[in-house]
């Protein structure tokens, strides 16, 4: 699984998750922090459809953490001011770096986390159709 899938799954899903699948990982290893979560500013990047060209919409507030695990380092990046977010995800992302067994079995817990996303998703898609107006059927 990507990187990119990962921290989606895990930043969307179900907060707890990112929180277990890092702790497993500072039971049995030593992890290094290199640098404390701390907050930030980013420029969000849009693509404007007509010229297809990039620009930048703004600034966005993030957490920003690092961590160290067998001389591999971590990074974690979270929209808002989410101090122990960004800090799983940096060891969660160190543990995928350092290639430690324990990240072989997570793979089903992610995957089971996006299906739930997924199902969310289409329920909220669902609701949003519900109230959607058909303008073609309205006798003018």
Not at 41 to 67: C, D, P, Q, W
Not at 83 to 105: C, G, M, R, S, V
Request: charged fraction near 30%; charge should be negative; include cysteine.
């Amino acid at each position: 699984m990507k990187r990119r899938r990962r921290t989606e799954i895990l930043i969307q899903g179900d907060v707890h998750l990112a929180q277990r699948l890092a702790e497993s990982i500072v039971d049995t290893y030593e992890c290094r922090e290199i640098m404390a979560p701390q907050y930030g500013m980013t420029m969000i990047k849009m693509r404007e459809t007509a010229k297809n060209s990039l620009f930048y919409i703004g600034e966005v507030l993030i957490t920003e953490a690092k961590v160290e695990i067998n001389n591999r380092i971590g990074i974690g990046i979270v929209i808002g001011m989410k101090d122990e977010l960004a800090q799983h995800l940096a060891i969660i992302d160190a543990a995928y770096k350092a290639d430690l067994p324990e990240t072989n079995t997570w793979k089903t817990y992610l995957i089971e986390a996006e299906n739930q996303i997924t199902k969310e998703r289409a329920k909220k898609q669902a609701e949003l159709f519900e109230t959607k107006v058909n303008f073609e059927t309205m006798e003018v």
